[in-house]
DNA sequence: AAACATCCTGACCAAATGGTCAAGCATTTG
DNA sequence: CAAATGCTTGACCATTTGGTCAGGATGTTT
């Protein structure tokens, strides 16, 4: 029953209104690289705005591996400023406050999210979207490991910010893949798996690489995970996952 | 590197030297019933420690449950003794400080862990020993969600007290179960899958019903996981995977 | 130059943080 | 009874927290 004493769950109109606005653009307004040639300039230091884009990039950056590592709580936004190397009062210029930075960075992190595996159909392979699936979803985790351990992070704490967006938008997207996955089934191109479950074992497995990344680089010695170990474990992932669900593996041509 | 500004990383003697003083018992401490009628008892109220003991387990469960929502930075002591309902001063009574109280509940948490698969030999059937790893595991974070996600919370966030443990103890409980699994692929039982990789997946996707729950909840719109979804959901990963490494199914004998 | 706009940041604040401590309470043992 | 031991807890403390604000710096436009 929430937290006792703490409580989150804010504003969901802030987030949600703003997912909202976002969605099918596939981009969060911090991404744009320069909006609009800031229009109505009349003056002022840096006028066209690349100091504020610089300094946006910057806490962004730097809030996003803070907040993954310590979660939204646990981070202090004088941690966020020693890591962007500004002092905290610029932070907070830029940003307003913390929960509006850590709104903005859930909200960046599920545009990415959002452009993955947007088109597919009943009549394309089930290997080669399974594949792709897989494969885009490892390169996310591993071109924005922080953004996915912040994700990983929100869910844990029981998704305060994000219950609205799981319940909504990430919702219809899975069940919409769910629905062809159960197409194919019927054709007889997979097992009759439950979509769902599959979904979420293909999420769990490639997310695993991200979040617990600690874990990982403990127990097998390494350093880090090199490219090359990504693209062994993509293709372990699709080999054993595709043959577990009696998916014949793609390049065989349907 | 590391946390600007922040910084864990305490002293790895305590748990450490507290995990292999464990070693092997497959019990913290915490967990015994009564541990030795409390001797030297020359008074006091409650001089037979039954309050210690009524107490401490409260505030452990209690902590377990916010450690586990805002991660060890985010939970404070005194969200955790209203939690308990108990004062502050109380919590600190029993358990010192907050470090010790959740390096406690780390080590409750690698003794169940512990526990698990702890006895198998090249000579059992694979399909048997997988199936029973996959149910075990996902019995495990569904009877201690919360410890399941006070875990994952530590490993998202660098695992700064759990290093020690991650390169000892459950490396070397990987290695040992990897090297049989690869004894099995040369004995042409299985698929000559890395096993590493292999229990990595069974770990993420067990794990994430526990760390993803309210993932999971959104999506499929439950309001919560029940004996029988967990039990269908086993089934979903025993198959797929074991089809998957090609391992037949367990009855088949053999 | 004047007006304007953006950027920068130290000083400051109330609240919350982890932790200490002393004083009191309850009970068993001598 | 008194001593000993364990339990309880409010008061208190230094530090950190998120956040405000005023004042200044730096530039552009008119």
Redesign the pocket.
Known sequence: MSGP??QETPGWGTLFALLKHNKGRGLSMSELPAIEKRN????????N?A??ER?EREILAAAERVFAQYGYRG?????IAEAAG?????V???M????GLYVRLLERMMARWNALLDDISVEDAPAEVLEAFIRSKMQLSRRHPEGSRLFAAEILGGAPFLQGYLRGELREWVHARAKIFEQWAERGLMDPVDPVWLIFLIWSATQHYADFEAQVLGITGKAEISDADVERITRFLTQVILKGCGVRPPGGGG
């Not at 981070?75 to 941690?79: E, K, L, R």
């Not at 500004?86 to 610029?90: A, T």
């Open positions: 004493h703490l109505r300039s009349r003056g002022g230091a840096d006028a705005g100091t504020r300094n981070a202090s936004v004088q941690a500004l002092p905290k009062s610029n907070l210029y830029y307003g406050n913390k929960r």
